[in-house]
C-alpha cells in the first residue's frame, strides 16, 4: 500500500479557470475526507465521505466548490471559477473508522493567480 | 464548538535542548488529542495521541499528557535532533472530524 495518493502536486490557475484534484486513499479505508490549509494555519475540514455518501460539509465549501467520491474509492474535488482566495492546500485524507487512524496525503497546492 | 490554541513560533532551539509547544483546547465533551508533524516537503503524520484524561501519548522521544483540569495537551521532548525541525500540530476531535492549531514552526540547530 503507498498510503494516500493526491494528484496534482501542484496547479497554477488562472482565475475564473475550473480545477479538479484527485484522491486515491489507502484502499481499505472506508473514510475520506478534505481539508484546506492556507499558509500559516492548520488544516481546516472541509468534507467527510463514509464510503460513496457524502455525510457532512464544511460551510467553507461555497456553492462553487464540489466533491465526489463514486463507488467509494478514489475522490474528486471541484473548484468552478476559482478565485485568489483559494489559493491554499488542499489535503486529502482516509481512515478506517474515526480520527485515529488517519492518513494525510502530501497535498495539492493550488495558485490562483 | 471545538477549537485549539497553540504556542506561536517560530522556535529556534539548539540540538539537546528541552522543548516545550503549548496547546490548549476548548470542546464540548471528551474530545481525543493529537499531536501532528509536518516535516518539510511531506505530508502531515500523526506524532502521537491521547483518547482521555490523563492519558499520555509518546513517541519518538516527544510526549504529551491529556490534562482535563487544564485543558491542555503540550508537547514535550528533552532533547531535540536537527531532525525535530518541522511543523507542529495540536489537533482535537470527538469522532470522525478533526480541528488543528494554527501549528508551530521549530528549527532546531546543530
Given at each position: 500500500d503507498t498510503g494516500v495518493s493526491q494528484d496534482p502536486r501542484h496547479k497554477i490557475t488562472k482565475r475564473g479557470q475550473n480545477v479538479t484534484f484527485r484522491c486515491d486513499p489507502?484502499?481499505?479505508?472506508?473514510r475520506l475526507y478534505w481539508y484546506r490549509q492556507t499558509l500559516g494555519q492548520g488544516p481546516e475540514f472541509l468534507t467527510y465521505f463514509q464510503n460513496e455518501a457524502q455525510l457532512e460539509k464544511s460551510?467553507?465549501?461555497?456553492?462553487?466548490f464540489s466533491a465526489e467520491r463514486p463507488k467509494g474509492s478514489f475522490s474528486t474535488l471541484e473548484i468552478q471559477r476559482?478565485?485568489?482566495?483559494?489559493?491554499a492546500m488542499y489535503l486529502c485524507a482516509s481512515s478506517g473508522?474515526?480520527?485515529?487512524?488517519y492518513t494525510f496525503g502530501s497535498g495539492t497546492r493550488l495558485t490562483v493567480v | 464548538g471545538n477549537s485549539v490554541t497553540q504556542m506561536e513560533g517560530p522556535v529556534t532551539l539548539s540540538e539537546e535542548a528541552f522543548l516545550t509547544i503549548n496547546c490548549t483546547y476548548t470542546a464540548t465533551g471528551y474530545p481525543s488529542l493529537f499531536w501532528y508533524v509536518q516535516y518539510p516537503g511531506e505530508g502531515l503524520q500523526l506524532l502521537l495521541k491521547a483518547t482521555k484524561a490523563d492519558d499520555k501519548g509518546s513517541n519518538k522521544g516527544f510526549e504529551a499528557t491529556y490534562r482535563k483540569e487544564t485543558t491542555s495537551f503540550h508537547l514535550e521532548k528533552g532533547s531535540v535532533q536537527v531532525s525535530d525541525s518541522a511543523v507542529y500540530f495540536c489537533a482535537l476531535s470527538d469522532d470522525y472530524k478533526l480541528s488543528f492549531g494554527a501549528g508551530t514552526t521549530v528549527t532546531v540547530r546543530a
Open positions: 489507502i484502499s481499505e479505508h472506508n460551510r467553507l465549501l461555497s456553492d462553487r476559482t478565485e485568489q482566495g483559494d489559493s473508522q474515526g480520527a485515529y487512524g | -
